[in-house]
């Protein structure tokens, strides 16, 4: 069964600071990665995703992820957090099936 | 095109009762999925389509029940609200590369 871990509950950064959220999957095959970004009381918005080729993967607004098979990881970063960056995020994990599994989601908090 | 809409966006039903959280993507997507979010456990899958006429269940089904009559429409079911069941609904779709497409959420309320 295939599974997402997001380490980090909360994170609190400075503006203008770099930024990487963690996450981890388990799941047999190659995987398909997702990041998305919610802010409060809306929808899911794709940050970015990973299928396959290069392992570094740019998203909208800044963001990048990548992917490392060895690890079992699929970090994202950004390399100076804005304000309204404040959001949270959320790792999913896809099969060929069109099902996700989510990670429990990581709160980024931007300190002024 | 609307994407992905979902309406209500917002329900406040009282234990016991029945409702239909309606869903509808106007993109031609085969695959379509019904998530529920809850604090600190992310999106959870209650059930899924990958076309017409074919359904299954996902992580969480127990309580709801889904139907697939057109590509279009994906209806999820509450036959009988129990409070557990509050929560915010997600109706999802993609064209089977696993993109998925989210609609606004619906936030339930079951007293």
């Known amino acids: 069964a295939q599974s997402v871990t997001q380490p980090d509950i909360h994170i609190t950064v400075s503006e203008g600071a770099s930024l990487e959220l963690r996450c981890n999957y388990s799941?047999?095959?190659?995987?398909?990665l997702f990041w998305y970004v919610q802010s409060p009381g809306q929808g899911l918005q794709l940050l970015l995703k990973?299928?396959?080729?290069?392992?570094l993967v740019q998203g909208i607004k800044g963001f990048e992820a990548e992917f490392k098979r060895s690890q079992s990881s699929f970090n994202l970063r950004k390399p100076s957090v804005h304000w309204s960056d404040a959001a949270e995020y959320f790792c999913?994990?896809?099969?060929?099936?069109?099902?996700?599994?989510f990670g429990q989601g990581t709160e980024l908090s931007v300190k002024p | 095109n609307a994407g992905v809409t979902q309406t209500p966006k917002f329900q406040v039903l009282k234990t016991g009762q029945s409702m239909t959280l309606q869903c509808a993507q106007d993109?031609?997507?085969?695959?379509m999925s019904w998530y529920r979010q809850d604090p600190g456990m992310g999106l959870r899958l209650i059930h899924y389509?990958?076309?017409?006429?074919?359904?299954d269940q996902g992580e969480v089904p127990n309580g709801y029940n889904v139907s697939r009559s057109t590509t279009e429409d994906f209806p999820l079911r509450l036959l009988s609200a129990a409070p557990s069941q509050t929560s915010v609904y997600f109706c999802a779709s993609n064209r089977g590369n696993n993109e998925q497409f989210f609609g606004p959420g619906t936030r339930l309320t079951v007293l």
């Open positions: 799941y047999g095959a190659t995987p398909y």
């Open positions: 999913a994990v896809g099969d060929q099936g069109g099902k996700l599994s």
């Open positions: 993109m031609n997507h085969e695959y």
């Open positions: 990973y299928f396959s080729g290069d392992t």
């Open positions: 389509s990958v076309g017409a006429g074919i359904t």
